[in-house]
């Protein structure tokens, strides 16, 4: 993953891993590679979520930003 983008290391559960070195020889493809590919898959999917619960809590006019919070939507922009 540090070939493409930053670096990430985490541990899974034992059987979390073992799951996944299984997927990653059923599809021959490097263990590490298949994890990155859920992890961002994960990633997208839950800021897609939260993104769209902003959206809607901002124009029901709930959610109202504090003075020197940053905003959801400017946060990850430009980086």
């Given at each position: 993953?540090?070939?493409?983008?930053?670096?990430?290391?985490?541990?899974i559960e034992g059987d979390?891993?073992?799951?996944?070195?299984?997927?990653?020889?059923?599809?021959?493809?490097?263990?590490?590679?298949?994890?990155?590919?859920?992890?961002?898959?994960t990633i997208v999917a839950?800021?897609?979520?939260?993104?769209?619960?902003?959206?809607?809590?901002?124009?029901?006019?709930?959610?109202?930003?504090?003075?020197?919070?940053?905003?959801?939507?400017?946060?990850?922009?430009?980086?």
């Amino acid at each position: 993953m540090s070939l493409r983008g930053k670096d990430f290391r985490c541990e899974i559960e034992g059987d979390l891993h073992d799951k996944l070195r299984k997927l990653a020889a059923f599809r021959g493809v490097d263990m590490s590679a298949l994890g990155a590919e859920y992890l961002e898959k994960t990633i997208v999917a839950e800021f897609h979520a939260a993104s769209i619960f902003a959206e809607r809590v901002a124009r029901s006019g709930i959610l109202r930003k504090e003075a020197g919070q940053p905003d959801f939507f400017e946060a990850g922009k430009g980086k």
